[in-house]
């Protein structure tokens, strides 16, 4: 009995399934291809050499997946390029208007195309046989829920109602930044391509776009014309009504019951409608039976939808119909936790202070975020070209929140007025700015747990060596254009609707306001003793914000800074309004915060990619790579870290970037790592990879017997299949003839090139402790004791030159996989002798061989 109790005490504390673990729909895709997890795909795929298009303009994904993922049953390789050659076409339409006006074609990163060819598969099998997909995706529900406790389960489809209209809706969790824009266009042309495969085109009625807000309509009509592709606003006065052959764009706020002078009602569009919907979690928010929703799935009833957003998870949070129905419907998931950590985007720190830390010290904090700016915009504009080659544009602070207006009346002060304030006392009380300067800089700020917040922030500025004083007198200057001193005042724009801006005497305006009641704000700001001008500025100032030689260096706004605002220059942001309520919006400006160009517009910070030996990385470009968040109360803080973490991203306000001392009595195996956080779940993380910072540097060479016991198998019949329009024969099939390379045929390989392909092979994986050799090459290629390779006899007869570059290719792939067992070996091997350095979970010890 006392057993029982445990057991039945122990299962009420089992953690909540994380939404993100029950995409059902995206975990039968993944099972198609014989894996479980989405890395498990991704490292094969991740390398940016295999970007782009061979010479038959075949993606060298697609070689790459054939390659390692072969004998798929239910994706055989020919489906797969069938699928490849579908969206090299679509990707070719929409190049041609780009090159057409001298921009750079668009070159599919691996998860856009995952994503893609995802669609492809699903679209498939939806348009043939909609019934037996409906029945196939059942099945794994029903597999999924076995393993589940009952909360966690998701619902079954109805089998016994129409599956073409259950199958309809296909959603795509992507980070923003990631491209989503571009995969939309490339899903219009992936359903219409299908659609008419199967003689559907006319069930359809017209293409929606749903957007949250006019400006984000605007942008993608830009996009669009950008794509070569027929758009248009919709409006009563234009042909969107009684054409339909554009894409018609609407804000979903002009969605209603009925029609009105500005608005449309949902029945005018029929039900048969292809819908894109733009920022998914708007509407989903408000439940199943919010109007939002109901518009939406009226609109595609008949027809289909694609939906897009990266915050699905928080949308659907707490709501079971809404997480049946997105479990169902997403088919790619590629949310912030994978795009952070393929190196894509700005690292990030968050500088976190407990409240009532923040509370005796927030002007010491907001000058220390101040500062943080300033070490931004000062190496940005010393060391500009030195960043020029990463696309790295001049810092921008900004300063967002839920709502600026809200509460104006019956609080105290706003947000934003106190930021004002703050603002305007740094720059007018020179003597108490330069007390916190030097504080800031000099001692730091420990908080009630003991630690230092602003411990190695300021390293840049340290190590430059000027006075606090010329810290104060330049911050004037770089930040604030305040080159001859004076106040801080703001003043309503005209012909700028909704924008203040902010200047220090008579400078250039250092700053804008972007608000919906600016009228009501200015207002408030005179009441809190902040001076307001009168306009002399006819222009937006946010609209220039983008332009190269801007002066505005300070934003502060709301909600619009989430939803189609696209901006790369931000450095450093302070959050305002916070608040429980918005988790989507708070993935969302992390979004906005962290993108990045990166090195030939990689989208990846510097220190995530292998670059040229020529190209030099400034020590200090880490600073401008980094997003600096602050908030300017402490339960603004919490909430954001509480929702990054639960998104499955570290907070990262403990990391510290340090190089290791060099040193021949430096005894490796005696050294510690500290300060390196914690999990989410609170588990102490191991050091990094130990083996390549700590370990030995082994050279490739021979097999060891357990190498040769345990040796690499290739098989080339797929590849065979793929390469030639006729297949191979069922006898081949079943009899495969295995060989290996004579010395007749390593003597006519190029073996430089085959050396210079494992050197980006072993840079692209990480292995910098491996050596290896152009002897160890033709050594290895020389003794068949360590693979096994399967191959029709007829590719290796030497009967045409063009086959040399095939078994080159062949021999490529057998030492890349040797390669892989030879370090995983002598990583293992060194583990096992130095307990203490061993990882708790590494992708390679996951895929790694026994022990030795």
Not at 221 to 239: C, P, Q, V
């Amino acid at each position: 009995m006392a057993a029982k109790k445990t057991g039945k005490k122990l299962a009420t504390k089992l953690p909540p399934v994380k939404f993100a673990h029950r995409l059902v729909l995206h975990r039968w895709l993944l099972s198609l291809f014989g894996v479980a997890r989405l890395e498990e795909l991704a490292e094969h795929l991740r390398g940016e050499s295999l970007e782009g298009l061979d010479e038959n303009n075949i993606h060298h994904f697609h070689h790459a997946l054939a390659a390692h993922l072969f004998d798929l049953e239910q994706l055989p390789a020919e489906l797969l390029l069938e699928y490849d050659q579908n969206i090299v076409r679509h990707t070719r339409q929409l190049n041609d208007r780009r090159i057409s006006a001298g921009e750079a074609p668009i070159v599919w990163k691996y998860f856009q195309y995952l994503s893609l060819l995802f669609t492809e598969v699903y679209l498939d099998r939806y348009f043939r046989d909609p019934a037996a997909l409906l029945i196939e995706l059942n099945r794994h529900i029903a597999a999924f829920n076995a393993d589940q406790p009952e909360p966690a389960r998701i619902s079954l489809l109805d089998e016994d109602t129409d599956a073409v209209t259950q199958l309809n809706k296909l959603a795509f969790w992507n980070a923003t930044g990631s491209g989503k824009t571009l995969l939309m266009h490339i899903n219009i042309l992936q359903y219409q391509h299908h659609a008419r495969q199967h003689g559907r085109s006319q069930d359809l009625n017209r293409i929606l776009l749903l957007t949250p807000n006019e400006g984000l309509s605007r942008q993608h009509l830009r996009e669009f014309e950008r794509s070569g592709m027929a758009a248009e606003l919709l409006n009563k006065d234009g042909r969107g009504l009684f054409s339909g052959k554009a894409v018609e764009i609407l804000d979903i706020h002009k969605l209603r019951q009925e029609m009105g002078e500005k608005t449309f009602a949902v029945d005018a569009f029929e039900s048969n409608n292809l819908v894109l919907i733009d920022e998914g979690h708007r509407g989903a928010s408000s439940g199943e039976e919010g109007a939002w929703l109901r518009f939406r799935s009226a609109l595609c009833e008949k027809g289909f939808s694609f939906e897009y957003s990266a915050t699905f998870g928080q949308a659907v949070k707490n709501n079971k119909s809404l997480t049946d129905l997105y479990a169902r419907s997403i088919l790619f998931d590629y949310s912030y936790r994978y795009f952070y950590r393929d190196g894509f985007g700005k690292d990030y720190r968050i500088l976190n202070l407990d409240g009532g830390t923040l509370t005796q010290h927030r002007s010491l904090y907001l000058i220390a975020c101040l500062l943080a700016f300033y070490q931004q915009s000062r190496l940005y504009r010393q060391e500009r070209d030195s960043f020029e080659p990463f696309n790295i544009e001049k810092p921008l602070l900004i300063f967002v929140g839920g709502s600026v207006t809200n509460g104006f009346n019956t609080r105290e002060a706003s947000d934003v007025v106190e930021i004002l304030k703050f603002l305007s006392a740094y720059i007018e009380e020179r003597s108490q700015s330069l007390q916190a300067i030097e504080r800031v800089l000099r001692k730091g700020l420990i908080t009630s747990q003991g630690k230092n917040l602003f411990a190695d922030q300021f390293k840049y500025l340290n190590a430059i060596g000027l006075t606090v004083e010329e810290v104060f007198e330049d911050s004037l200057a770089l930040l604030f254009n305040a080159t001859g001193g004076g106040a801080l005042s703001v003043e309503n724009l005209k012909g700028a609707a909704g924008e203040i801006a902010l200047r220090v005497g008579d400078n250039d305006p250092f700053g804008v306001i972007n608000v919906g009641d600016d009228a009501k704000l200015v207002t408030l700001c005179q009441k809190a003793g902040i001076t307001v001008r009168e306009s002399e500025f006819g222009g937006s100032l946010f609209h220039a914000i983008d332009l190269r030689d801007s002066k505005v260096n300070v934003l502060i706004g709301s909600r619009k800074f989430t939803e189609g605002w696209s901006n790369w220059r931000v450095g450093t942001m302070g959050l305002m309004n916070v608040g429980q309520s918005e988790g989507s919006q708070i993935i969302q400006l992390f979004g906005r915060g962290v993108r990045l160009k990166g090195w030939q517009t990689s989208l990846k910070r510097s220190s995530a990619l292998q670059l040229p030996a020529q190209v030099n990385r400034h020590p200090d470009i880490s600073v401008l790579e980094t997003l600096n968040i602050f908030g300017i109360r402490a339960n603004y803080m919490d909430q954001f870290r509480a929702f990054l973490e639960e998104e499955g991203l570290p907070s990262n306000d403990g990391r510290t970037e340090f190089l290791l001392p060099v040193s021949e009595n430096l005894d490796a195996t005696k050294l510690k790592i500290i300060g390196l956080g914690k999990s989410s779940n609170g588990a102490s993380l191991a050091p990094g990879d130990a083996f390549r910072k700590f370990g030995p540097i082994p050279t490739l060479g021979l097999p060891t017997p357990y190498l040769q016991q345990h040796r690499v198998f290739l098989n080339w019949y797929p590849k065979i299949r793929t390469l030639k329009s006729h297949g191979v024969t069922e006898d081949a099939e079943v009899n495969r003839h295995q060989a290996h390379l004579t010395e007749e045929h390593i003597a006519l390989l190029d073996i430089d090139r085959i050396y210079f392909e494992l050197e980006r092979f072993k840079a692209e994986r990480g292995w910098f402790n491996l050596n290896l050799t152009r002897q160890s090459v033709l050594e290895l290629l020389s003794d068949s004791t360590w693979h096994t390779l399967q191959i029709p006899a007829e590719e290796l007869a030497y009967d045409s030159m063009d086959k040399v570059r095939l078994w080159e290719e062949i021999a490529t792939a057998l030492l890349k996989k040797y390669m892989k067992s030879y370090y995983i070996y002598r990583k293992r091997e060194w583990e096992l002798s130095h307990p203490e350095y061993r990882e708790l979970e590494s992708s390679e010890t996951l895929l790694s061989l026994p022990a030795p």
